[in-house]
């Protein structure tokens, strides 16, 4: 009974001890992309082929690197102007690249594929012509995943931004279909517009409970309706849907928010998302454990851990008078 209880007790202390640790969240594990920034690159995907900027230097990859991912308005004078304060200044410290550098965030900035609205091109919302909407959102998803298989980017520090015809994409159609792939935590942050999803969804209740909303609208925008498409109601949709949100409405501001942008993101990246801390390194392996000594053979003359026809002849001459031994050893060798 002592013998099986000892072995049960044996058995829960192995199973305590190789318990795993609570799943934290795990970087893509991309490889192979270029740790430069780059304009104006292309991609195809879905016989889709439109451009994107891409900020992948002047990061500390020996941390987790979250994804920043920002759609520009119709128009696109933020990426058609890159140097410029009004929303990236590339080649400054004014804008949205220094706000992804420093929150340790690879920045991804898609133009929209055609077809433009109303003659303006990098259009998101559109649902005519084709790609509509929807078809450019998977675009958009494929170009993500597309960086997820070139970079190791930890899908808890996400964030999705956009202004304008940006802001309508992200809540109205990448969001709702393809949120909770590409990112586990962080925020969503419509600007000057944020409608309530147009198509079907696929959020999930983990997506819902970690990803936070915050939407800001001028009350003298357009944008500013409780209407589906507006500001307000896609916020009420997500409020009421189960999302955390935030909002700020500021007064009498129009529809114009140049060189806004990087502090709105700033603001909200440190709010929500997680700053990450590098993955515990693999414990050190056990130094080998050296087999203890063999127990000493009495009678073993020579150390060799068993006593045999040498032991005996040794012992044989040190009692020339032990007839008993000497005939031992004489039959032993015989």
Known sequence: MFRRALAL???VLL???????????????GSG??????LNQLFTANGITSQYHIFAGDLDWSKPVGLL?????????????PNSSYLLDADGSAGLVEVARKHNMLLLTPFAPSPSCGGADNCWYNTTGSPAAPAKADWARALVDDVYAQYSIDKARVAIGG????????????APRHGAAVQEDGVIVPIAFGRAPAVADTFTPEYRA??????????SDSAYTTASWGARGGHDWYAGNGFATTSEWPAGVGH????????????????????????????PAPA????????????????????DVADLQALSAERPDDAELAGLVANWTN
């Not at 970690?210 to 009350?219: E, I």
């Open 33 to 38: 992309g270029a740790l430069t920034n780059r």
């Open 256 to 283: 114009g928010r140049s060189g806004e942008f990087a502090g709105i993101m700033d603001a909200q990246i440190a709010a929500h998302v997680p700053a990450g801390t590098p993955a515990a390194a693999a414990p």
């Open 163 to 174: 202004y304008s015809s940006g802001a309508q994409f992200t809540t109205g159609w990448f």
């Open 210 to 219: 970690n990803v936070v909303g915050h939407w800001n609208t001028g009350t």
């Open 9 to 11: 007790l044996s058995a």
């Open 288 to 307: 080998p454990v050296e087999p203890a000594p063999a127990p000493a053979v009495a009678g073993d003359r020579n150390g060799d851990g068993r006593v």
């Open 69 to 81: 991912l920002y759609t520009d308005g119709s128009g696109g004078y933020g990426l058609d102007n």
């Open 15 to 29: 199973s305590v001890t190789l318990a795993p640790a609570a799943a934290m969240a795990a970087p893509t594990e």
